[in-house]
């Protein structure tokens, strides 16, 4: 269903943003997941008052491959920049070498922040690199299946579709309903003295 009717507004957008990210088996083992960022305005502009952008011309065109094993550890990953605002802007692409070893499950985000927050890193690769989760978990299918250790997939009780309340959890992994993580033991109360 698309979006309801918008306001009046003018027909051309001015700025568009396109993603795309791709999932790919590899022959050793190993899951190649891509990333492409491309930003364009819809008219001519002037980047911070040298370089002209023609309309249609990407500002930012930017790639990322992060190779990836069954646990979701990252092998290997490479970042390229084709179109970008300063000259010095490919530089960000070799911290980015401090993901190899990251794992993509819980905790990425902070990873990525720990890693590459900052002037350590770019904001537009930082973007591209914390949505890249979902479709590693849509590559690596195994990711979606109950294991041996009693711990339900990854994906549950993360959205509201998976809910370990709602219907989608006791319909597709029933044993699972209602279930909750395993808390802390209580601390030993210390002694004020």
Same mark, same amino acid.
């Given at each position: 269903?698309?979006?309801?009717?918008?306001?009046?507004?003018?027909?051309?957008?001015?700025?568009?943003?396109?993603?795309?990210?791709?999932?790919?088996?590899?022959?050793?083992?190993?899951?190649?997941?891509?990333?492409?960022?491309?930003?364009?305005?819809?008219?001519?502009?002037?980047?911070?008052?040298?370089?002209?952008?023609?309309? /249609?011309?990407? +500002?930012?065109?930017? !790639?990322? @491959?992060?190779?990836? %094993?069954?646990?979701?550890? &990252?092998? $290997?990953?490479?970042?390229?920049?084709?179109?970008?605002?300063?000259?010095?802007?490919?530089?960000?692409?070799?911290?980015?070498?401090?993901?190899? /070893?990251?794992? +993509?499950?819980?905790? !990425?985000? @902070?990873?990525?922040? %720990?890693?590459?927050?900052? &002037?350590? $890193?770019?904001?537009?690769?930082?973007?591209?690199?914390?949505?890249?989760?979902?479709?590693?978990?849509?590559?690596?299918?195994?990711q979606f299946n109950t294991n041996d250790s009693g711990e339900p997939p990854r994906h549950l009780g993360q959205c509201l579709g998976w809910d370990f309340? $709602?219907?989608?959890?006791?319909?597709?992994?029933?044993?699972?309903?209602?279930?909750?993580?395993?808390?802390?033991?209580?601390?030993?109360?210390?002694?004020?003295?």
């Amino acid at each position: 269903m698309p979006l309801s009717p918008s306001a009046h507004r003018k027909p051309l957008p001015i700025h568009m943003r396109d993603v795309k990210y791709r999932g790919y088996t590899r022959h050793d083992g190993m899951w190649d997941i891509e990333a492409e960022l491309v930003d364009q305005k819809t008219y001519d502009i002037e980047l911070h008052g040298h370089r002209k952008v023609p309309a /249609g011309k990407p +500002i930012h065109h930017m !790639w990322i @491959r992060l190779t990836i %094993d069954a646990d979701m550890v &990252v092998h $290997g990953i490479e970042a390229t920049m084709d179109d970008h605002p300063l000259g010095h802007c490919p530089e960000a692409t070799k911290s980015m070498q401090k993901m190899v /070893g990251c794992c +993509i499950t819980r905790g !990425w985000r @902070r990873a990525i922040s %720990d890693n590459l927050g900052g &002037v350590a $890193g770019c904001t537009h690769l930082r973007e591209l690199l914390f949505n890249m989760a979902t479709p590693a978990f849509h590559t690596v299918l195994n990711q979606f299946n109950t294991n041996d250790s009693g711990e339900p997939p990854r994906h549950l009780g993360q959205c509201l579709g998976w809910d370990f309340n $709602g219907p989608g959890v006791a319909e597709f992994y029933p044993e699972f309903k209602d279930w909750k993580p395993l808390t802390q033991q209580p601390k030993e109360n210390i002694k004020q003295g």
